[in-house]
């Protein structure tokens, strides 16, 4: 569609083109090479028009495809190669830590490991002045409840500290599911928030029973804060997470998710004070207001940390063994520094490497899901958000980049046009990889980087095969009437299709004498024979001067010299093809007379002047050919002349008079000129 689109105005700027280059070939010499056009305004702004329906073409194409599940793999493999260069650029908030029940752990203390161990850590945490502490483990059974010491001893500790958040969870979905059996979380733990009053559409969670998982009751009746920790489902288990949701949809009311939850309580900020929009959510502290870009479902784009260290990691420095710290507490001693943690947030949950609970990161490791909390909480913390460009920046870059490719690609030259894609390849992951590094903005990379790639391969897929037609066209148009060299340089110069400019040409006129009376007495096959032997003399001897045969009048040729490439001394030309014909013609009736065949004359009459030369004819069907006196005056030369001589004009004279040995045949009254015209026989040309 856009090849179409830019041919059709292409074709009409050609047009626009040839009228404007009247009375101007245009035409450099031999030895120049051809010049980029100047285009006047009119055919500049109908380029233009055309280039820019090639790029909407182009930019809808790119579009359509952007959808596709290959530039989305691309797009995804950009970002991580972003987040690497950027490695560990965002601090680490020191109030935040990680306790994780490892290898370590799960070897000494079973798995799952019993809620005692989380209870009496969480406990002393709370005691050493932790300002929350989130359990990112469900304690539940669907029966009953295994660890009865432990469960009493959780119990205990959540009705003790007010800043414990406990998690829930639940399968999202994106549509609202309506079940047989379905469990509610309890409302006291829902936002205050109606979803009326809000202007987003969060992720709603399943309300299947067999599907939702809450502290086992008594857990659940003791518990201050409660927080989803439900994350997008992926295909399969270790794929990377790009977003999670910051609240949830269950039954006809939003829930916090657990990072969420847990900074409230650890800035001591009520729910009921959060703003939620479209654009994102506010939470105002002390300090401040807190904004978080999210989507129109809620959602926050995970801002990776890069403190990576092997295949498997979790990136915060202040990251303990659940059995390091059990031991410490029990112990005595300070195995871990405790008191480090003092006004800290700490999540505590389960890592095991081979449960589904593992997610990959930009910087190729596997982290467990509450390291993608705790990251998220630290986002908050920081300041520091993941977004990206508008939709609009976004087109607009994609707009400019297409349309800076095709112009230059067209309008100035191939060599230009991939110059400017590299550059602006180039400049485009420059730009996006700096706008990450300092903005925390994702630019989108593949779609800009396609479009530029298909205007360019595309442009020059139009290119090439309108040069095919162009020199294809250009072969029908003078292929049979110049020589090769001539052929190659039309090729440089010319679409085929030259505009009628006066010109200075001269003219060769060779007609063969008697040419009736020779035809009478052969067969019209073998008149036919005799008669081309005797034009591909004349031919030969227009080719070997650079003469273009503008026609072969049945008996004869028509040869022009300048015309349609300049040619400084094309009278010379044209005298040394009309001796060169008779020296052929000489030659060819010393075979005729082997074969007993009678011998043909030709009379050769040229002439030089100003005349109209381009191309005549339809679109269909173009021939091109020279008209004016000039020519008439040539071929009343020829036919006043005696067969064997090279009769000229005066005018012929008058520019290479000394250059050549002449005779004179004398005054000649011909058609057309009233004062008569002057001819002479050409004896020979003088050496140089």
């Known amino acids: 569609m856009g090849l179409w689109a830019y041919g059709s105005i292409d074709l009409l700027l050609q047009m626009e083109l040839r009228e404007n280059s009247k009375g101007d070939t245009g035409y450099k010499t031999q030895d120049e090479e051809r010049v980029i056009p100047i285009l006047s305004l009119e055919s500049w702004v109908l380029s233009l028009i055309g280039i820019a329906l090639f790029s909407v073409a182009v930019i809808l194409v790119t579009l359509a495809a952007g959808r596709s599940a290959t530039f989305t793999t691309i797009e995804r493999a950009m970002e991580d190669l972003r987040f690497r260069i950027r490695g560990q650029a965002v601090a680490v908030d020191p109030r935040l830590s990680l306790i994780l029940a490892d290898a370590a752990t799960m070897d000494r203390y079973g798995n799952p490991v019993p809620c005692r161990y989380y209870a009496l850590v969480a406990n002393m945490l709370c005691e050493n002045g932790a300002s929350a502490v989130v359990l990112d483990r469900i304690f539940e059974a669907r029966k009953e409840f295994e660890d009865a010491v432990g469960g009493k001893m959780l119990s205990s500790v959540l009705k003790r500290h007010d800043n414990i958040i406990s998690a829930w969870w639940a399968p999202l979905r994106a549509r609202h599911a309506s079940p047989l059996q379905s469990a509610i979380v309890p409302l006291r733990f829902a936002m205050p928030h109606k979803m009326d009053e809000i202007d987003i559409s969060p992720y709603e969670t399943s309300l299947h029973r067999e599907e939702v998982s809450l502290p086992y009751d008594e857990a659940l009746q003791s518990v ?22 910051l609240v949830v949809k269950h039954g006809d009311r939003i829930y916090p998710a657990i990072s969420l939850a847990a900074v409230c309580a650890a800035l001591k900020v009520d729910m009921a004070d959060i703003v939620i929009k479209r654009d994102g959510m506010f939470i105002p502290t002390q300090d401040g207001v807190i904004a978080i870009p999210t989507d129109q479902k809620g959602q926050i784009r995970i801002n990776f940390l890069g403190d990576s260290l092997g295949d498997i990691s979790v990136p915060l420095k202040n990251t303990y063994s659940l059995f390091s710290v059990y031991e410490s507490i029990l112990s005595g001693h300070s195995i871990i520094p405790l008191e480090s943690l003092k006004d800290g947030v700490v999540l505590m949950g389960s890592f095991d490497i081979t449960g589904a609970d593992m997610h990959s990161t930009p910087f190729g490791s596997h982290i467990p899901g509450v390291a993608i ?34 112009y230059t690609q067209k309008l100035l030259s191939p060599k230009i046009g991939l110059i400017c894609l590299i550059a602006l390849l180039v400049c485009i992951w420059a730009g996006a990889v700096a706008y990450f590094q300092f903005k925390g903005i994702l630019v989108n990379i593949s779609q800009p980087v396609f479009g530029m790639v298909f205007a360019f391969a595309s442009m020059t897929f139009y290119n090439y095969e309108a040069e095919r037609r162009r020199v294809r066209h250009i072969r029908q148009v003078f292929g049979k009437h110049v020589s090769q060299e001539i052929m190659d340089q039309l090729v440089l110069e010319t679409d085929g299709q030259v505009p009628m400019a006066e010109r200075e040409v001269s003219v060769l006129f060779a007609d063969i004498k008697d040419h009736s009376n020779w035809a009478r007495h052969l067969h019209p096959s073998e008149f036919a024979e005799e008669l081309n032997e005797c034009l591909e003399t004349m031919a030969q001897a227009a080719f070997e001067n650079g003469g273009t045969i503008n026609s072969f009048t049945g008996d004869g040729v028509l040869v022009i010299y300048n015309a349609p490439v300049r040619q400084d001394d094309h009278v010379l030309r044209a005298i040394k093809t009309g001796i060169a014909i008779q020296e052929n013609t000489s030659k060819l009736n010393e075979e005729r007379a082997k074969q007993d065949k009678p011998p043909i004359a030709v009379r050769v009459g040229i002439n030089t002047g100003p005349a109209m030369a381009g191309t005549l004819g339809s679109k269909d069907r173009l021939e091109y050919t020279v008209i004016g006196d000039t020519i008439n005056m040539a071929k009343r030369t020829e036919g006043e002349c005696e067969p064997g001589q090279v009769a000229i004009t005066d005018d012929v004279i008058r520019e290479v008079g000394g250059a050549i040995q002449v005779e004179s045949i004398g005054m000649r009254s011909v058609k057309g000129r009233e004062s008569g015209l002057m001819l002479y026989h050409v004896v020979k040309v003088k050496e140089e």
């Open 373 to 406: 909390h705790a990251m998220v909480i630290n986002s908050i913390l920081q300041g520091r958000f993941i977004g990206t460009l508008s939709w609009y920046y976004n087109l607009f870059i994609l707009a400019i980049s297409v349309f800076c490719v095709s």
């Open 224 to 245: 201050s804060w409660l927080g989803s920790i439900a994350i997008p489902a992926t295909k399969e288990a270790g794929t990377r997470v790009e977003k999670i949701p």
